[in-house]
């Protein structure tokens, strides 16, 4: 027998051949109906919860269709993931940024564009990396590209418009190796007199402390040099 009442607030229990309890409710569905949904559970509250969950999954499945429905093609995924997603979190003086993400999808939208990123394969990619080594790109501008690429195709599977690509498998190029510089033992000399004359100027300091504690040059430009 079905128990129901005021105190339910909807819920109706009842209990099973196997004993457990069965808890059924009406609810909205995504399509504007309103459908019975149940769930089991050896207490009523456990049905319930049960209940709930069942419901949950129901709009999450539907939300995930839907998805699954739209078709975005590569370049207008791109371009809503840079002008709807990424854009508004640039910072203000960074405003170049925008253009660099533009600038590195020259190198696939031309070539990968107008597919889908639905069936998207790392075949695509890897064609996108082939055609840049034979335009002789460099390395590691041919990473950073690659790299875009999976950043934004990423968040296109955590939003579920497409399955996961295994970025490891593509064939990238090595980047060159920087030759180290060497100081000779006479050029050492030169410097070390220079920095401990007279004629040491201060706007020459940051090039002593980067010689001196070995800071790459970048880390040196950003010193701010003030004179007491």
């Given at each position: 027998m079905a128990r129901k009442s005021g105190k339910n607030k909807g819920y109706t229990y009842t209990k099973t051949e196997s004993g457990t309890i069965r808890c059924r409710a009406y609810r909205d569905m995504p399509d504007g109906t309103r459908k019975q949904v149940s769930g089991t559970g050896k207490t009523e509250e456990a049905a319930r919860k049960k209940l709930e969950q069942n419901y949950s999954k129901k709009l999450k499945n539907n939300e995930k269709s839907k998805k699954q429905t739209k078709l975005y093609t590569l370049e207008s995924w791109f371009t809503k993931w840079l002008y709807e997603i990424k854009k508004p979190k640039f910072d203000s003086e960074e405003s170049d940024t925008t253009g660099?993400?533009?600038?590195?999808?020259?190198?696939?939208?031309?070539?990968?564009?107008?597919?889908?990123?639905?069936?998207?394969?790392?075949?695509?990619?890897?064609?996108?990396?082939?055609?840049?080594?034979?335009?002789?790109?460099?390395?590691?501008?041919?990473?950073?590209?690659?790299?875009?690429?999976?950043?934004?195709?990423?968040?296109?599977?955590?939003?579920?418009?497409?399955?996961?690509?295994?970025?490891?498998?593509?064939?990238?190029?090595?980047?060159?190796?920087?030759?180290?510089?060497?100081?000779?033992?006479?050029?050492?000399?030169?410097?070390?007199?220079?920095?401990?004359?007279?004629?040491?100027?201060?706007?020459?300091?940051?090039?002593?402390?980067?010689?001196?504690?070995?800071?790459?040059?970048?880390?040196?430009?950003?010193?701010?040099?003030?004179?007491?």
């Open positions: 660099w993400y533009t600038r590195l999808s020259r190198k696939f939208l031309p070539i990968i564009g107008k597919k889908q990123i639905k069936t998207l394969k790392i075949s695509d990619i890897q064609q996108v990396v082939n055609n840049m080594l034979e335009n002789n790109d460099d390395p590691k501008y041919i990473k950073e590209v690659v790299c875009l690429l999976s950043t934004f195709l990423s968040y296109a599977h955590t939003e579920g418009y497409m399955p996961k690509l295994d970025f490891s498998k593509v064939d990238k190029p090595k980047c060159r190796k920087k030759k180290k510089v060497i100081y000779s033992e006479s050029e050492n000399a030169i410097l070390s007199n220079y920095f401990s004359s007279d004629d040491f100027s201060i706007k020459y300091l940051p090039i002593k402390v980067m010689y001196d504690i070995g800071l790459r040059p970048e880390e040196v430009g950003g010193l701010n040099v003030r004179r007491y």
